[in-house]
Every structure is written in C-alpha cells, then in structure tokens.
C-alpha cells in the first residue's frame, strides 16, 4: 500500500514537472516572436524597398476604430507602446541609438492624450463675417530682420472691425496685397 | 423596452456619425488651441514639403509659427528627421504630420527637387509611411496631395506601382518606399486623413510684407527665439490654412480610397480670398495676444 502511494507521488510529481516545462517553452516562444515583429514594424528602409506585399488590404488607413483614444489597443505587441510617457532614462536610451530606430522603438513610448474634451472648443474661428475698410496709403518701411531691402511700396490696409477693439498702434495697420499670387500645384 | 432599445440604437448611430464627421477627426488630429499666441499654432503638428512645392527659407517660417517642418527629396532622410525630432524634442514632440506634397495623380506620395528626370526624387506608399512612423510616436498623417484618396486604392496602398504609365511618375532617383511583407494595417495606429474631395491641392505663395507690420514683427520676435531668420516668401497650402481657420467647408476623411481621378482646382480668386483670410487670421492672434499683455500689465 505504501509502495503504491510512493508510486502515486511519484507519477504526479512527474506530471508537474511536465506540465511547468511545457509552460515554460511556450513563453519562450512568444517572447521570440514579439521581438521579431518589434524589429520588422521598425520598417528598416533596406527591407522596405520595393517590398512584395504579401497580406491582404484590410482596414487601409487605420481608421478611428484603431485609434487609442477609442481604446481599440492591441493587447500583445503595442502594449508597452501605450502605457507611460517616456522616463528619463528611456529617453537616454533613445538618444544613443539614433542610428538604429528597431532597437529603441519600445523606448520611444509615447503619451496618448485623450482630445474629447477638447472638441468642445473646436470654436470655428473664422465663421464670423468679417467686416473690413479698406485705405490706400504710401509708405517706407524697413525691415531688420528680413532678407530686403527697404522699398517703397503702395500699399492696401485691411483692418478687421472684429480687432478694433485691441488696436493700440494705428500706424501698424499696412499691409500689400498681391493679385497676381504664385500658386503652386500638387500634381 | 422596446423604446429603450430603440434609443439606444439611435444613440450608437449618432455616436458613429460624430466619429466621421470632418471637425471631430480634425479636432484629435490638431486640438484647437484658443489660447495659443502665434508662435504656438503649429505645436505638436509637423509639415513635409516637397522641395518644388515651397520658396527658399519655408521652413524657417513654419518653424516661427511653432511648427516641425521637414523639406527633402528623398522620404528616407524625411523620416530619419522626423524620428530624430521626437527624440531630441520631448517638450514638442510631433503627433500630427502635414504632407504637402504631390500626390502623383494618385499614383504615389512624391518629394522631388524638380521635374527633371535626372533630378533626386522619392516615392512612398500610405501603408509604409503608417508603418514608418508609428515607432515615432506619429498618430495622424494629414494628406495634402493630389487626388490622395487615390493613394489608398488597395492595389498600391502598399506597394506602389512604379510601372503604371502616368508620365508624372518620373524616375525615383532616390528610391520607392513600400511597407514590409509584415506590415498589418489593423495593428497600426496611424490614421490616415485625407480631404472628403479628391482632387489637385494648391500651395500660395505670399510675402511677409502682405501680413501687417505688427504680425511681422511678433513673427519675427518668434523666430529670433528660435534662433531662425525669417525668409522675404513663404507658401502655405489652402488645406492648410482651411485647417487652420477651422473652416466649416473643409471635408475630412479617413477609411475610403477613390478610384475615380479628378482635375477640379479653386480659382485664383477663391485662392486669393482664403489667402487674405488667412493673413487676417494672423493679424488677429497678434492683436489678441498684443491686448492680452495690455491686460495683464493693467492688472500688476
């Protein structure tokens, strides 16, 4: 009887053993696979270059649902990205290894904060008809930190009715207008 | 219950509509600032130039006004800076990024120095600029390009198409950057604004003799602080300036790739009218913060 309770412990004592190292391996495993994606995520530009895309499009832009305010955060491999702001000593780290973005991205953390309460003064700034009189003055005017020479000009003022009241300096109020403007096109 | 269900569905319905509409992603992507003086209104926010796109000196003026900005020929140099940036910057670290770039017909992100063929020029997909700057802490790219809601088409969204015919896409002397076969868009947090139209983006160019004396000279005091010298020209993109102001025509969106290529444009006057807005608009956050310092001066 007592042979067969040795016998017993034995082949449970045994069975944990097993079932530890098992456990163990796995987190080996994913410990290995996080580090390989935290390096490919850094988009090194060598491995980037006419790269074959070999997934399938899907959420192309990372739209709001993927925003951390909306708090749809990647539980595995962003989420030391999302904790903390940087300490002092991450951003020492960062520093030194400049040149070797796939090493500090994990350090680079960055604070996420949360603009709901912002949107409340998203007042439109420029949704009030602006009243404006115009007066045609000749003027020199040298400027000391500007690339130019002084020139004389004939100028247009434009003064705001809405910033009237602040003025202070009415010979401040010049400014040129330019009707044939250069514009460039983003083709 | 069935009435609080109903409600209910109403309230998620409504609640999804606010999550698309163009001043709430506006709103996260650049919070509005009421208090920000004139050298604070690009803070958090960073601006890519392509170099044919700008005047001499650009950036020096961008960088008076609170902003990052970033002109080069070649994407790799402009994400090393912005990584850079970051790091050397916590107290003014970029969230946001501006492009202002061409978006060649919607075939490509595209710097260049010029339309030479021989000249340095670079492309980049949207999923490789995701993936580029997600390490660095960039959550919102702003495309200001043309026809950029192409640029999401899922057949070059990671990969771009060098051989697709469009005699814009001139040759990349400075390379193609793609996103890496282990890229995952749903793991991403970069969002990807582009404007509600798809069409060509215009850049103004105008002089700091435009803006009133006092404008010029709180720029100026913003910029020997920050030890930059101010240039004669500065260009400015309508979308920029349409953001700035909050405008309420200003259309916004993220999620939607178009297929279709337009060559709608604003016309010289509408340009011309949103150029002296925006020479207003300064004007009057001068003014604000000229009286706010009379106030606080009467208070001592």
Known sequence: MKKLHTTAFIAIAVLCVALWGCGTTKTTTETTTETTNSAANSGMASANTQAVPTGGYSNATGSLDASPEIGAVDAGRHAQAVQTAPTDQ?????SVAINNPSSTMNNRATTTTTTTTQVADNSL????????????????????????????????????SSM?????????TTATTNAGRERLRKD | MRRTLLLFAILL??????????????????????????????????????????????????????????EDADWS???????????????????TLVLETHGTNGNGLKVQKNKSAKAERSYISVAALQERLEPDGIRYVILSACNSGRLLRPAIYRSLDPNNGDKLFLPATCGIINASPTFNARRNRVTVITPGESHYELTLVGRLKELAPRTRRAIETAAKSRNVKLPVKFAVSEMLIRMLLRDPRLELRTGASVDDFSKQISTMNDSEKLFEIFATYLDTLVERDAARAIEIAGTR
């Open chain 1, 90 to 94: 991450q951003l020492t780290t960062s």
């Open chain 1, 125 to 160: 700034v420029q949704t009030q008809p602006i009243t404006t009189s115009t007066e045609t003055t000749t003027v020199t005017t040298p400027e000391p930190n500007i690339i130019e020479e002084p020139t004389t000009t004939t100028t247009t003022t434009t003064t705001d």
């Open chain 2, 77 to 95: 140099r402009i994400l090393d800076r912005v990584h850079t940036w970051n790091i050397i910057h916590p107290g003014r670290r970029i969230k």
């Open chain 1, 164 to 172: 009237t009241s602040s003025s202070t300096q009415q010979e401040d």
């Open chain 2, 13 to 70: 319905a409504s609640s999804a509509h606010a999550f698309d509409r163009s001043d709430v992603l506006l709103a996260r992507a650049w919070p509005y600032d009421s208090t920000a003086g004139v050298s604070e209104i690009g803070e958090g926010v960073g601006v890519v130039f392509s170099p044919d796109l700008t005047v001499p000196g650009n950036c020096r003026f961008f960088e008076a006004l609170g902003f990052a900005c970033f």
